[in-house]
């Protein structure tokens, strides 16, 4: 399973961004998807996933209401559309999917990563 995200850039604060992340994998519709997190320094961190089944969204508290996640089961992709950006949000973002799970909001749940895309976001 191949996973490629883009979408990464630098922006100013209050600025959007649209990451997005391509999967090798059929069918797409039975993976769980993720996007996670880390800065330099920092633990990797959990930001927003998507079921597989129902579709239902998590976010961490930081982004909630700005940030959304979504995917597209006919182009294998997922997306993060960020918006109101921080610099407290400069990282490296990586997308993340695991087979069969609705809920899943731990590094370790996920089996398959992408390569990560860089966020800065200058104040």
């Known amino acids: 399973v191949q996973l490629q995200a883009s979408g990464g850039g630098l922006v100013q604060a209050g600025g959007s961004l649209r990451l997005s992340c391509s999967i090798s994998?059929?069918?797409?519709?039975?993976?769980?998807l993720g996007w996670f997190r880390q800065a330099p320094g920092k633990e990797r961190e959990f930001v927003a996933s998507?079921?597989?089944?129902?579709?239902?969204?998590y976010y961490r508290d930081s982004v909630k209401g700005r940030f959304t996640i979504s995917r597209n089961n006919a182009e294998n992709s997922v997306y993060l559309q960020m918006s109101n950006l921080k610099p407290k949000d400069t990282a490296v973002y990586y997308c993340?999917?695991?087979?069969?799970?609705?809920?899943?909001?731990?590094?370790?749940?996920?089996?398959?990563w992408g390569q990560g895309t860089l966020v800065t976001v200058s104040s």
């Open positions: 993340a999917a695991t087979p069969g799970f609705n809920y899943a909001t731990q590094p370790n749940d996920y089996n398959y």
């Open positions: 998507i079921g597989y089944t129902n579709w239902t969204t």
């Open positions: 994998e059929r069918p797409f519709s039975y993976f769980a």
